[in-house]
T-cell receptor
Framework: DAGVTQSPTHLIKTRGQQVTLRCSPKSGHDTVSWYQQALGQGPQFIFQYYEEEERQRGNFPDRFSGHQFPNYSSELNVNALLLGDSALYLC????????????FGPGTRLLVL | GEDVEQSLFLSVREGDSSVINCTYTDSSSTYLYWYKQEPGAGLQLLTYIFSNMDMKQDQRLTVLLNKKDKHLSLRIADTQTGDSAIYFCAEGNQAGTALIFGKGTTLSVSS
């Protein structure tokens, strides 16, 4: 049973560019959440997708957007990249009534130069 | 608002017990979680406790919850060098959708 998978594993971009990160949830899960983890910090919630809709959003600007596909996989898009967007981006999946019990993927490490 | 606090660093010797502490603010959290993060990796769900429980034991891990003081602890018995990692405490937000994490406790185990 595959766990949560993310691609790519690493990415280098320059300021002002746009980036798309991808996530496939754990088998049987229908909810995907995205988190940003800056160096030395705990993960910060970006948003959650369920039934192809953004269910809740954290305190992130509109430059951060997402999408969920019918097969439950998800994308995170970040426009107009800033140096401060450099971080580990984690995808988590969950299901059922306790959607907060989330299982994380290995993350995508984004470096913005 | 919701907030989770943890001590930043803990150092123990191999074979000793480790106790990692956490305080949280949202008394409406249904579950409280402990995650482990090894260098360069994602987060591994270690264990979680339902908010109406006081204690949960899972092999070498014991979670204690004091709901009155909003204090959560993780005890690792017979700590091994492979337990060296960052441990995150997390609570669910009021909507039950997002996890609110502490900054993590770095556990260093020396042989």
């Amino acid at each position: 049973d595959a766990g949560v998978t993310q691609s790519p594993t690493h990415l280098i971009k320059t300021r002002g560019q746009q980036v798309t990160l991808r996530c496939s949830p754990k088998s049987g899960h229908d909810t995907v959440s995205w988190y940003q983890q800056a160096l030395g910090q705990g993960p910060q919630f970006i948003f959650q997708y369920y039934e192809e809709e953004e269910r809740q959003r954290g305190n992130f600007p509109d430059r951060f957007s997402g999408h969920q596909f019918p097969n439950y996989s998800s994308e995170l898009n970040v426009n107009a990249l800033l140096l401060g967007d450099s971080a580990l981006y984690l995808c988590a999946s969950s299901s059922g009534t306790v959607r907060e019990t989330q299982y994380f993927g290995p993350g995508t490490r984004l470096l913005v130069l | 608002g919701e907030d989770v606090e943890q001590s930043l660093f803990l150092s123990v010797r191999e074979g000793d017990s480790s106790v990692i502490n956490c305080t949280y603010t949202d008394s409406s959290s249904t579950y409280l979680y402990w995650y482990k993060q090894e260098p360069g990796a994602g987060l591994q769900l270690l264990t979680y406790i339902f908010s109406n429980m006081d204690m949960k034991q899972d092999q070498r891990l014991t979670v204690l919850l004091n709901k009155k003081d909003k204090h959560l602890s993780l005890r690792i018995a017979d700590t091994q060098t492979g337990d060296s990692a960052i441990y995150f405490c997390a609570e669910g937000n009021q909507a039950g959708t997002a996890l609110i994490f502490g900054k993590g406790t770095t556990l260093s185990v020396s042989s």
